[in-house]
C-alpha cells in the first residue's frame, strides 16, 4: 500500500474512532443535563425494583475476549396521573435486587424520566461518558500527532535521498512504495 494512501486510511480510522468518542460524550452530556433538570424540577417518591435491564458488552483484547453485563433498574412508582414504569439511567455491574424500594426523582412532565436518588444506580449515568470522551479525544489527538510526525519523517527521509545513485531513476527505487511508478523530479522522489 503507498504511503500517503496509508496514512489517509489511518486518518479515516481515527476520525470515525474519535466520532465515537464525541459520540459517546454527547451522549454523556445529555444524561447529565437531564439530571441537572431533574434536580430543578423532578419530585422526589419511592419506586420498587421490578426487573433489571441486563446489556452485554464485548471486546477483543490481545487476542482473548472479554465480555461484561451491566444493569440498568426497572422501577415501578406511583406518579401523578397513576403507577408509571420506568428504567434508571445509571448502569452497574450488579443486578438490581427485584423488590427493593428505592428513592427516586421523576420528572412531572415527562415521568418515564427518573434517577434514583441514592444508593446503587444513582445519578445520571452520564459523568463516565464525558470523562471517556475527554480521554479519548486526547488519545486521539497524540495518536494523529504522532501518525503527522512519522508521516513527515517519511517524506523528509524520501526528499534527502542521494539521487546521485547510478541508475536511481532507471530502477525506480523508492523505500515507501516498492517501486511501483515512481520517478525523480529534480531533487524529489515522486511516486504516483
Known amino acids: 500500500m503507498p504511503t500517503g494512501a496509508f496514512f489517509a ?19 454523556g452530556a445529555q444524561k447529565v443535563a ?22 452485554s458488552h464485548s471486546h477483543h483484547h490481545n487476542g482473548h475476549h472479554h465480555s461484561r453485563l451491566t444493569f440498568r433498574p426497572v422501577i415501578r412508582y406511583h406518579g401523578p396521573n397513576g403507577e408509571v414504569t420506568a428504567i434508571g439511567p445509571a448502569d452497574s455491574s ?10 427516586i426523582r421523576y420528572h412531572p412532565d415527562k415521568p418515564d424520566q427518573i434517577e434514583i436518588v441514592s ?23 497524540l495518536m494523529a500527532t504522532f501518525a503527522c510526525s512519522v ?28 517501486g511501483d511508478g515512481c520517478t525523480v523530479d529534480g531533487n524529489r522522489v515522486v511516486c504516483e
Open 119 to 141: 444508593g446503587q444506580g444513582r445519578g445520571s449515568g452520564g459523568v463516565g461518558g464525558i470523562v471517556a470522551g475527554v480521554v479519548g479525544v486526547i488519545v486521539l489527538v
Open 9 to 27: 486510511f489511518f486518518f479515516i480510522i481515527l476520525l470515525l474512532i474519535g466520532g465515537a468518542v464525541v459520540w459517546g460524550a454527547i451522549q
Open 151 to 178: 508521516k513527515q519523517g517519511f517524506d523528509d527521509f524520501g526528499n534527502g535521498v542521494d539521487h546521485s545513485t547510478p541508475g536511481f531513476g532507471d530502477s525506480g527505487f523508492d523505500p515507501f512504495r516498492g
Open 94 to 103: 450488579r443486578s438490581f435486587v427485584v423488590g427493593t424500594t428505592v428513592p
Open 34 to 55: 437531564r439530571s441537572q433538570e431533574l434536580r430543578t424540577v423532578g419530585r422526589e417518591t419511592t419506586g420498587t425494583v421490578v426487573d433489571n435491564q441486563m446489556e
